[in-house]
Nanobody
Framework: QVHVVESGGGLVQPGGSLRLSCAAS????????MGWYRQGPGKERELVAI???????NVADSLKDRFTISRNNAGNVVYLQMNNLKPEDTAVYYC???????????????WGQGTLVTVSS
């Protein structure tokens, strides 16, 4: 079993910053990739950013100038730094991890419960 736990969401004023964290734990042989998606009110879930085990990142084009994804050296914790937040960034942010289990070397994909980010004055 693999689990991911998100933290760092909350209420922030427009123009403010937040940093989200996501930690993966369990029977992990390898994680690749790990990242963030979001779902705003009345919208479909969309990719925000992902990072692979080599450290290469992919951030949604519309967010590249404001959002940054990074990870720890072990590769099991990812961070999403969000700057200059706008009301349209209001959404539930979900962590996603894919990889290989250490128990049977099968692939896995897990989602977190989500953390709410609200951008409002």
């Amino acid at each position: 079993q693999v689990h991911v736990v998100e933290s760092g969401g909350g209420l922030v004023q427009p123009g403010g910053s937040l940093r989200l964290s996501c930690a993966a734990s369990g029977s992990i042989f390898r994680i690749n990739p790990m990242g963030w998606y979001r779902q705003g009110p009345g919208k479909e879930r969309e990719l925000v950013a992902i990072i692979d085990r080599g450290g290469s990142t992919n951030v949604a084009d519309s967010l590249k100038d404001r959002f940054t994804i990074s990870r720890n050296n072990a590769g099991n914790v990812v961070y999403l730094q969000m700057n200059n937040l706008k009301p349209e960034d209001t959404a539930v942010y979900y962590c996603n991890a894919k990889g290989v289990l250490s128990t049977n070397y099968r692939s896995f994909e897990v989602w977190g419960q989500g953390t709410l980010v609200t951008v409002s004055s």
